[in-house]
C-alpha cells in the first residue's frame, strides 16, 4: 500500500512539473507545433534512461521508491498521451508536415535521449 501511495504522490508531482513545463514552452514558442510535448517526452526519456541506470547500479534504491520515481514522477510527467491527441489534431488541420516531423523527431529524440540517459549514468 506504501508503495501505491508513494506512486501516487509521484505522479501528481509529474503531472504539475508538465504542465509547468508546457505552460512555459508556449509562452516562449509561438508556434502550433506541440513544442513543449516534444520537450517533455525528451526529458522524460532522458531522465528515465539515466535514473533507471543510475538505481540499478551507482544509487540501489529500494523498490517502492524507484517505482515512485521511474512510474509515478515520470509517468506523470511524460505526456505520449497528449502526443497522440496533438498530432490526430495536426493531421485533421491537413498540417501533415507538422503531424509527420513530431512523430518522426517525438520518436526518435526519446530513444536517443533514453540511450544518452542511459550512458551518462554509466551503462
Known amino acids: 500500500m506504501f508503495k501505491l501511495a508513494l506512486i501516487f504522490g509521484a505522479g501528481g508531482l509529474g503531472a504539475l512539473a508538465r504542465y509547468g513545463v508546457h505552460t512555459a514552452v508556449g509562452r516562449?514558442?509561438?508556434?502550433?507545433?506541440?513544442?513543449?510535448?516534444l520537450l517533455i517526452n525528451v526529458l522524460g526519456c532522458f531522465?528515465?534512461?539515466y535514473l533507471a541506470t543510475f538505481f540499478?547500479?551507482?544509487?540501489?534504491?529500494?523498490?517502492?521508491?524507484?517505482?515512485?520515481?521511474?512510474?509515478?514522477?515520470l509517468g506523470g510527467f511524460t505526456t505520449f498521451s497528449t502526443f497522440g491527441l496533438?498530432?490526430?489534431?495536426?493531421?485533421?488541420?491537413?498540417a501533415w508536415t507538422q503531424a509527420t516531423?513530431?512523430?518522426?523527431?517525438?520518436?526518435?529524440?526519446?530513444?536517443?535521449?533514453?540511450?544518452l540517459g542511459h550512458r551518462l549514468a554509466g551503462g
Do not use: K, Q
Not at 540499478?56 to 514522477?73: C, D, T
Not at 496533438?86 to 488541420?93: G, K
Open 101 to 115: 516531423a513530431n512523430v518522426v523527431l517525438s520518436s526518435s529524440l526519446a530513444i536517443l535521449a533514453v540511450w
Open 56 to 73: 540499478a547500479g551507482s544509487f540501489p534504491l529500494r523498490e517502492e521508491y524507484r517505482f515512485a520515481v521511474l512510474v509515478g514522477l
Open 86 to 94: 496533438e498530432t490526430a489534431a495536426l493531421l485533421e488541420a491537413g
Open 47 to 49: 531522465a528515465i534512461g
Open 28 to 37: 516562449v514558442a509561438n508556434t502550433s507545433f506541440p513544442v513543449g510535448t
